[in-house]
C-alpha cells in the first residue's frame, strides 16, 4: 500500500525554525516528484513547493521563498521541508503528496497524501 507519513511539526515562535519529514512507502520514491502544500484554517489547499524526481530541481511558492528548503534522500525513501523565519501566517497543516509527472503546484496532478502535520507559530 502506497503511503506518505509526516513528521516534525510543533509550536514554535516567530522566527524560528522547524524541519518536516515525509517517509514513503509502497512505491518507487525516486520516480515521483514531491510537493509540500499547506492549509490554514478557512483557506483553501496552497502549494508550497516541490522537488522534482530525477534531477531535484525544486520551486517555491513566493510566500516562502527564501525561507523554506525542500530536499529529498531517495535511499531513506524520505523528502524534507526545512522552514525557517517562520512567521505567524506560516501556521497551518502541512501535506506531502507525491506524483510521477512534473506538476508541482496543482494538487490534481498528485497521486498519493500524506495525512498532514500542524505547524503552528506564535507571534
Known amino acids: 500500500e502506497e503511503q506518505l507519513v509526516e513528521s516534525g511539526g510543533g509550536l514554535v515562535q516567530t522566527g524560528g525554525s522547524l524541519r518536516l519529514s515525509c517517509a514513503a512507502s509502497?512505491?518507487?520514491?525516486?520516480?515521483?516528484?514531491i510537493g509540500w502544500f499547506r492549509q490554514a484554517p478557512g483557506k483553501e489547499r496552497e502549494g508550497v513547493g516541490c522537488?522534482?524526481?530525477?534531477?531535484?530541481?525544486?520551486y517555491y511558492a513566493d510566500s516562502v521563498k527564501g525561507r523554506f528548503t525542500i530536499s529529498r534522500d531517495n535511499a531513506k525513501n524520505t523528502a524534507y521541508l526545512q522552514m525557517n523565519s517562520l512567521k505567524p501566517e506560516d501556521t497551518a497543516v502541512y501535506y506531502c503528496?507525491?506524483?510521477?509527472?512534473?506538476?508541482?503546484?496543482?494538487?490534481?496532478?498528485?497521486?498519493?497524501w500524506g495525512q498532514g502535520t500542524q505547524v503552528t507559530v506564535s507571534s
Open positions: 522537488i522534482n524526481r530525477g534531477d531535484d530541481v525544486t
Open positions: 509502497g512505491f518507487t520514491f525516486r520516480d515521483y516528484t
Open positions: 503528496a507525491a506524483n510521477s509527472a512534473y506538476g508541482c503546484f496543482d494538487p490534481r496532478v498528485y497521486d498519493y
